[in-house]
Structures are given as structure tokens and as C-alpha cells.
């Protein structure tokens, strides 16, 4: 089931003199099974829209549905504890998300909250460790007294441990080491092409946005500013530029070498195929 | 005269477990230094002790000549600022505005300039229609940008950046990145930079790459790159540039190994064939 959002808004403190309307009026068909990256400026509403997802944020006008559920204003979500498990997601601040006084503690929360044992649920705390990079050695320290890339790592292996369907992720990889980030990339690619799991990356990397995902959508001051399949989107370099964002770096060695007057096609996007290509354009090798 | 001079520098939390162990570098004033390393290296752990906020298990801190103590430590805080890793940890006041103003005030800035300041700094990382919204309930990225106005008020000699750009959008990442260079190249402030990225390495100047509390290489980007499979078992990375400029070496298409995209494409031009 895809997900559908229609004419959605979101006011913050409405009726108040900060009242600030951060999202205008979204239309979406997210599709179930793909990986799909949200994009923008700071600001656009991107952590805002994916709050809705899970019901942690109420549209102000508009509809939401999403695995059965739907999300309308002023109406209580029956059961939004399932929603909860069917639909995780990672926050931006991974310190939003830590409360309890042990790692073990802290990602077993979940699953016991879902009537989990408390046995199994630490059964399955060792299991998902190992896979966002943390070992055995962390489950009795405190979440609070961890450096920032490891606090991120708790935070997500807090949400992984639910199993859910959808998986919600806003900037999961900032602060990461790189090769950390690459594997944790990589696990949430494991997940979505081996379980089906339907992916959103809330992201500013474009090298991960260009290498991992299916689906871009672009957020603008609380609009849906563009939707394209990842190829397309990038093969434009012209409409990353419009809307302020800085493409990947192949695309912009692209780019710069292109006004210096190198013949360069829009389709190539992969280190070998940019450098076959200039070679035949210098000196000694044409 | 160095900036920073570090030497002996042990430090734990739990007065058990090492989490900084030996470490020393020196950083001569007006340089701009970046300090990679794995998540838990220590970066963050380095900071907090550069600016007093934990008094070193052993070793020496010098700032600016002067030994960092008890005594002296309010004095050398106002040479040295701090942009932490997590932005909601640095925010005072309860408008954007306030923030901004707090830190002018603690600094001695008469009354009449600060609004001045503020309205510069706020305009110069996009932040000017959010002086009144509370720091707290803002995006992560305007977070951030809010942040680092508060450093650019105030230019103090020695600047550490912790992880501060990102939650920036790449744009906002370059401008904001343009901003720090300039505070190093106009100003001659000194700049510590913690970071994960590493096209932000490859415009520094000097590199001090941790691992498990130890400094294990310090030296020019292109010194540090060199030790490609070193850094990949470290959990660290070469820029984009340099795997380009290193496959273009290959098929000796150019003949020295850069690291910057602008150096690709210079080296490039002069080789370009005129027909
Ligand atoms: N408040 C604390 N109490 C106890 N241990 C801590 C505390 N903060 C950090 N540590 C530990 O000290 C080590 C160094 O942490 P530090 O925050 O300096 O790492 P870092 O290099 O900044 O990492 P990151 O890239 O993830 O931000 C880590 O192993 C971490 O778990
Ligand atoms: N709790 C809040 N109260 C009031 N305004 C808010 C709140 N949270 C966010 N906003 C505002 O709503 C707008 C959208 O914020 P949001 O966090 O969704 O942006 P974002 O696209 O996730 O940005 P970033 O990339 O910086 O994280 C921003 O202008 C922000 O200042
Ligand atoms: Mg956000
Ligand atoms: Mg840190």
C-alpha cells in the first residue's frame, strides 16, 4: 500500500502571534517497497512532513494514509500504537529519542512496550547492535554519556529493533564516520531489497541520494517543489541549481568542466565512465 | 606564537577507562585544522578540554602561550569559542536575537553596536527573519545557522567548529563553509574544525587524525590522503577529488595526485586538446 497525502498543512503554535505555517498544502503517492529521498532547504518542512507519518505530528488541514491508517486533523489516531510499529521513525536529534538510564534498556523499551518478554526483547537488543556498528560492551552505559556519532547509532538501532514496515529516517547519517554512514546505508538498502521495506531518507548527502534511492521529492518553503525518479533528477543539473541545492560532487566536476569547455553528456553519472569520457578530450589521447 | 599546544593529554569520564591517551599537536596561530576520526575517537572529548569545560587526567594545555588552569580559564575564554557538535547545547537566550545578543554582552560589546551585529551575523548565515523565534523550536539546519552567528558576533581568536555544519543543506553548507574560510583568510583567526567531511579536509591546512583517544597521523590533506587504506580501516575516507585525480593518474591522463575539484579541472584545461 502506497502512502497518500493530500492537500497537507502544518501550523505551528496556530492562532498564537508565532504561529508559523511550515507546511503548504503537500500532495504525495509515496510508493510501498522503494526508497524514496526528501530533499530541501533548512527549513522546508522536511522534519515536519515525516512527523506526520507516525502521528507524532496532527495535519492542521488535509489527510494522511499510511499502512491502513488514516490521519485526518482533530480526530484521535485509534491505536497508534500499531501505527507506531509499522511505521519507525528515526528523529533528526538522535538525543530526542534516548530516555532511559541503559542502551539495553533504551532499545529493548520498544519491543517490551509491544508485549514483548523481556528476555526476548534483550535477545533481541544483541542482535541488532552488531548492525549499526556498537558491541556488547555498550548495552550497560548510559545513552546520555556517548559521543555524538554513537548516540545516533542507538537511536537507530532503537527503531530497527521494532521491525517495522516503514521506515522513516530523518538524516540518519549525519555525524556518522564516513565508512559508518556507508554501512549504515548500506543496511537500510539490505532492508528495503531483501524484506520489501518501503523507505524514506530525510537526506542532504546527494551522493547518497543519487546512489541509494529510487525517488526524489523536493521541499520548498513547505511545497512539494519537484517529484522524479533519482535518474532524471540528476541527469537536470540546472534544476538543482534553481532550487539551491548543490549537486553531488561528480555532477559538479561535471559541471565545471563543461564551462571550460569540455563535451561531457548530462546521462553520465559514475566515475568511469566521466573519466573514459575526458580522456578522449586531452592531449596524447584522443 | 602557537595557538594550541597540547601535550601528555590523558582524560577519562568514568576515571577507569582512557578515552584520550597521550595526545599532542601544536597549532600555530592563524592555521586552519581539521581533526578527523571514527565516532567515539575522542574529537568532541578535545574540545570540551581546549575550552575548560574538563580539566585534563594528565598532560598540558597551552592557549595562545598561556597555561590553560583553574585561574585562568574565564580569561582565555574569551579567546577561545566553541560551536558545539549538538546546537541545542549552546542556546541562552530565548529568541534567536537574545542568543545572539548574550555573547556580544558577555564579550563587553556596547549596547549601541549590537543591533548592528546581530542584524549582520543573522543576515550572513540566512537567519535574518528568525530573530524573534525561540532557538529551541527551530530545524535542525536553522539550528545550526543560529549557532554559528553567535561565533561570527563575536570572531574570537581561536574558533573550534564541532560537526557544525551537518544538518545543513549542501548550499547552505558551502556559503556557510565560505564564511569560516574568510574568518581564517581576512581575519587571521585561528580555526579548529571537527568534521566528518572530508572535501571540508581537503581545504584545510594541517590534520590531526585520532583514533581510540590516540593521535595517530597529523600532516598536510595530502599527507593524511596518502594513507588511503589506513584511513578506510580508521572509518575514514578520501575526498571525491582525490579518487577522481587518482584514476586520472592511472590512465596517465595527469601525472601529480590533487585533492580539490578546482585542482582537477586546472590540471585538466592545461591538458585539454585545442581541437
Ligand atoms: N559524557 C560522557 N561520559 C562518559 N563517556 C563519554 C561521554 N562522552 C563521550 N564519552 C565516550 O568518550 C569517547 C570519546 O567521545 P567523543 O565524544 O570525544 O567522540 P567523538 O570523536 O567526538 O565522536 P563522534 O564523531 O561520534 O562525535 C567515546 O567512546 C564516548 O563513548
Ligand atoms: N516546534 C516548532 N515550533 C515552531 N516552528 C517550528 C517548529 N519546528 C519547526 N518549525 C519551523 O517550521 C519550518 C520547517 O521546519 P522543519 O524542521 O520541518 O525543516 P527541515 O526541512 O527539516 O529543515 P532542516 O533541514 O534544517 O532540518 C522552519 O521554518 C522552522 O523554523
Ligand atoms: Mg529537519
Ligand atoms: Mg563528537
Known sequence: MSIEINHLEHTYNAGTPFSHQALKGIDLSIPEGKVTAIIGQTGSGKSTLVQHLNGLLIPSAGTLDICGFHIQPLLKIKDIKQLRKEVGLVFQFPEYQLFEETIEKDIAFGPKNFGIEEEKANELVRKILPMVGLDESYLQRSPFELSGGQKRRVAIAGILVLDPQVLVLDEPTAGLDPQGAKEMMTLFMDLNKKQGKTILLVSHDMEHVMRYCDHVIVLDHGKVLQENDVRTFFEHPEWMIEVGINPPAIIRLKMMLQEKGFKIPDSILDMPSLVECIKGQVNGHE | ?275
Open chain 2, 1 to 275: 606564537m602557537d595557538a594550541i599546544k597540547v601535550s601528555g593529554l590523558s582524560f577519562s569520564y568514568d576515571g577507569k577507562k582512557d578515552v584520550l591517551s597521550d595526545v599532542a599537536f601544536s597549532i600555530p596561530k592563524g592555521c586552519y585544522t581539521t581533526i578527523i576520526g571514527h565516532n567515539g575517537s575522542g574529537k568532541s572529548t578535545i574540545a570540551k578540554l581546549l575550552i575548560g569545560l574538563m580539566s585534563p587526567k594528565q598532560g598540558s594545555i597551552e592557549i595562545l602561550g598561556q597555561s590553560l588552569n583553574e585561574e585562568s580559564v574565564y580569561k582565555l575564554r574569551d579567546h577561545v569559542g566553541i560551536v558545539f557538535q549538538n546546537p541545542d547545547n549552546q542556546f541562552i537566550g530565548s529568541t534567536v536575537a537574545d542568543d545572539i545578543a548574550f555573547g556580544l554582552e558577555n564579550h563587553c560589546v556596547p549596547q549601541e553596536q549590537m543591533q548592528d551585529i546581530i542584524e549582520d551575523v543573522a543576515g550572513r548565515v540566512g537567519m535574518l527573519d528568525f530573530l524573534n523565534s525561540e532557538p529551541t523550536k527551530l530545524s535542525g539546519g536553522q539550528k545550526q545557522r543560529v549557532a554559528i552567528a553567535g561565533i561570527l558576533a563575536i570572531e574570537p581568536e581561536i574558533i573550534i567548529f564541532d560537526e557544525s555544519t551537518s544538518m545543513l543543506d549542501p548550499q547552505g553548507k558551502a556559503s556557510i563553509n565560505e564564511q569560516i574560510q574568510k574568518l581564517h583568510s581576512e581575519k587571521d583567526r585561528t580555526i579548529l574544525s571537527i568534521t566528518h567531511d572530508m572535501e571540508e579536509v581537503a581545504q584545510s591546512e594541517y590534520v590531526i587524525v585520532l583514533k581510540d583517544g590516540h593521535v595517530v597521523l597529523t600532516g598536510t590533506p595530502m599527507e593524511i590522503f596518502a594513507h588511503e587504506k589506513e584511513l578506510a580501516s580508521m572509518m575514514l575516507d578520501i575526498p571525491f577529488a582525490l579518487k577522481v585525480s587518482k584514476e586520472l593518474t592511472k590512465e596517465k591522463i595527469t601525472n601529480q595526485e590533487v585533492c580539490t575539484l578546482e585542482e582537477v579541472v586546472n590540471q585538466l584545461c592545461q591538458l585539454k586538446s585545442t581541437i
